[in-house]
Structure formats: structure tokens, C-alpha cells
């Protein structure tokens, strides 16, 4: 017969948790890691819509870039948004935010790795509006250019 009232001893319950803390804690620092977005480059790109893909963790805009380098002539870019929640706020819907075959212009943090692709800061439509990117990117997207301007006045 099996004994279910055997006690785990304090010392091994307090490993296991810390080992699942651990193990959750990798994980959602993964999540909301901007480690592989260049932070302090910003690139444009014009790009014709293929697809918005309205998911989480992360809304990402695939867009096809010209590429002289390419045999079809342009490259399949990856340009990654905020969540569902944060891009609604911000304004963007599944419907609207910008159409297949739309042509747009994107300014971007590029990916540190050098892969096509990057984090949104603004899209701007054929007709002259423009859509923002999430919130912390467009924070340090501020914070650059106030320190651009800065530089550009103390000289």
C-alpha cells in the first residue's frame, strides 16, 4: 500500500520552487527581451504589405522590400509591433491598421543579427497619416532624437 501522508522535506519544496522560478522567469525575460533590436540605429524602408499577422506575444507586419539582389527582386522582412492589447491601444485594428498590397513607409530599429526585419516606430500610409509603433520603442526613438538635438546646439 502506498503512504500519501509522506512529507517532502522543507529544503527540497524550496529547491523545486526556486527551479520553477527559475525555469518562469527564463522564459517571460525572453518574452519582453528588446535584446536583439538594435537600439540605436534608425533605418527606413519603403515596403509593399504582404500580411499582418494579428497575434500574440507580438503583432508582426510582413512587408516585401525591394532587393536588386534577389531573383524576384525584393526579400520578405519581418517587422515586429507590440501585443494585441498595447497596438489597440495605440489605435491599430486587425482591419485597418494597413492593407495587403499596401504600399507603406517604415521606420524601424533594425535586428542587431543583420536579419531583414526589425521593431516598428512608425508606418507612413501612401496618403501622408501615419500610424506609431508600440510605446517603448518610440520612448527611446524620443530619447535620441532629444539627444541628437542636443548635440546639434552645443556645437
Given amino acids: 500500500m502506498i503512504n500519501f ?5 522543507l529544503r527540497i519544496k524550496f529547491l523545486l520552487l526556486g527551479l520553477i522560478l527559475f525555469l518562469l522567469g527564463s522564459i517571460v525575460s525572453a518574452h519582453h527581451s528588446y535584446n536583439p533590436i538594435d537600439k540605436t540605429t534608425i533605418n527606413e524602408a519603403v515596403a509593399t504589405v504582404a500580411k ?4 500574440n506575444p507580438h503583432i508582426y507586419l510582413w512587408a516585401y522590400v525591394a532587393d536588386e539582389t534577389e531573383s524576384t527582386g525584393y ?17 491599430w485594428t486587425r482591419d485597418d491598421t494597413v492593407e495587403i498590397g499596401e504600399e507603406i513607409k517604415l521606420e524601424y530599429f533594425p535586428l542587431k543579427d543583420g536579419r531583414p526585419g526589425g ?30 538635438e542636443r548635440a546639434l546646439n552645443d556645437q
Fill in 5 to 9: 501522508n509522506y512529507k517532502i522535506p
Fill in 52 to 55: 499582418l499577422e494579428w497575434s
Fill in 75 to 91: 526579400q520578405l522582412w519581418a517587422f515586429q509591433a507590440g501585443s494585441i492589447t498595447m497596438m489597440a491601444r495605440a489605435g
Fill in 119 to 148: 521593431e516598428i516606430l512608425s508606418i507612413m500610409h501612401a496618403d501622408g497619416t501615419i500610424t506609431q509603433g508600440d510605446v517603448p520603442p518610440n520612448m527611446w526613438l524620443r530619447a535620441i532624437r532629444e539627444n541628437e
